[in-house]
């Protein structure tokens, strides 16, 4: 089991930047061609949908599709099922590295979640080779493990008596540079879109870079951790980012976010 499955999602601290977490989910989405989309018959996956809130947007936008939201956390399940949905949105517990899909596809999309798999890289030509001539498979991932934000991570876990336990704690897996997407997917594709976008998120409150990753890359360092330990980390980690990300006069902190994007069109 990987760290990522191993701490447990809190499906509720993670919306709480939802608009900053929605708005690559929406670019992505904007680039999915509906006459695929709608195609009877054939469904849309959201690959690692979390709590369900793209999902339901997918199905808004492309009134004629089945989207079927698939994750492996019961946390982000439950709370994906907590919500209203129409019988067009369906969710199903599933791991990505085994993913085979019941309902033949017309698009697989996933945003933010296969950052999460080891060598994610390895399970796209078979995505892609899982949809019909013309389907596209539409991928976002963060590409912001060399910024502060997550250097920092790995910096705090080394400075204090926590240092042992956080040694092992795998994070979030690598995001490779666009050209070894482009060269593994390109053979399979029709065309081939590959973007990155630094988003300047403008965030507020007190200690909001930490807050922002305590939803999502943090968390297996915090799982590991008892109370004391937690506060410390965190705390060390708080204070080097308050200098590497500054609250600017307005009280608010810019946070900027890289994200690379993919979007193929199976050949
Ligand atoms: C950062 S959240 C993104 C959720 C959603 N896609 C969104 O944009 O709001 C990442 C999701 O990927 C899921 N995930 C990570 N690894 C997974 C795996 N191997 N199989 C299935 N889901 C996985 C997590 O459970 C989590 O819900």
Redesign the pocket.
């Known amino acids: 089991m ?1 760290d ?2 191993a701490a447990a ?1 809190d ?1 509720n601290l ?2 709480k930047f ?1 608009d900053h ?2 708005r ?2 929406l670019d992505l989405m904007s680039r999915l061609d509906p006459e695929i989309a709608n195609r009877p018959g054939r469904a849309i996956y ?10 339901r947007i997918l199905a808004e936008r492309f009134p004629a599709a089945p989207v079927i ?5 019961d ?3 439950a709370k994906a099922r907590s919500q209203t949905v129409g019988p067009r949105v369906t969710f199903a ?7 085979a899909p019941d309902v033949p596809p017309s698009i697989l999309y ?8 080891e060598n994610h890289i390895d399970y796209f030509p078979g995505l892609l080779k899982a949809l019909p001539s013309g389907g596209q498979l539409a991928i ?1 991932m ?1 590409r912001n493990h060399e910024a502060p934000s997550h250097a920092l991570m790995r910096q705090a876990a080394t400075a204090g008596p926590w240092r042992d336990k956080l040694a092992k704690v795998g994070g979030i897996r690598s995001v490779w540079e666009p050209g070894r997407y482009y060269d593994v997917l390109k053979p399979l594709s029709a065309s081939l879109d590959i973007w990155e976008t630094i988003y300047q998120q403008p965030l507020t409150g007190k200690d909001p870079v930490a807050q922002f990753t305590a ?2 890359g943090l968390r297996p360092y915090m799982a590991v951790l008892n109370e004391e330990e937690q506060k410390g980390f965190y705390d060390t980690y708080a204070g080097l980012l308050a200098e590497a990300y500054p609250m600017r006069s307005d009280g608010i902190t810019l946070f900027p976010f890289r994200r690379l994007f993919i979007v193929a069109r199976r050949a």
């Open positions: 990987n990522a499955k999602w499906a993670y919306l939802a977490r929605v690559p989910a959201d690959l690692g949908c979390g709590a369900g809130n793209i999902s939201g698939v994750d492996s956390s946390e982000m399940l517990k599933g791991d990505l590295t085994r993913f996933s945003n933010a979640a296969y950052q999460w798999v976002q963060p939803g999502s």
